[in-house]
């Protein structure tokens, strides 16, 4: 009977060690996924902050196409005007011209 009860202590006693070795492993795999967590939030917060300026710069660019764009087309219009301008003023030399 002391056999069979050393036998089941030492089983026990097994478990238990087998136990607390899970756990240890347990912690330590909890202890690396917090900081690998820690580190992707950061990331995470990093990239947003990347896809705000990248945003911001996006929208500062456009800005400044539309002015030129803007730009351009007043351009083409003064030298619209300034062709017709200079087409009336050639017409108007040429139709005096023919009435003399």
């Known amino acids: 009977m002391n056999i069979l009860m050393d036998e089941g202590i030492e089983l026990i006693k097994n478990r238990v060690e087998q136990a607390v070795a899970l756990i240890q492993r347990l912690k330590e795999e909890n202890e690396n ?31 400044k196409i539309n002015t030129a764009a803007s730009m351009l087309d007043q351009v083409d219009l003064e ?12 017409e108007t030399k040429n139709g005096k011209k023919k009435e003399r």
């Open 33 to 63: 996924l917090k900081k690998k967590i820690s580190s992707l939030e950061d990331e995470i917060q990093q990239l947003k902050q990347e896809t705000k300026q990248m945003r911001d710069e996006r929208s500062a660019i456009k800005e």
């Open 79 to 90: 030298n619209m005007l300034e062709k017709l301008a200079d087409e009336v003023s050639e």
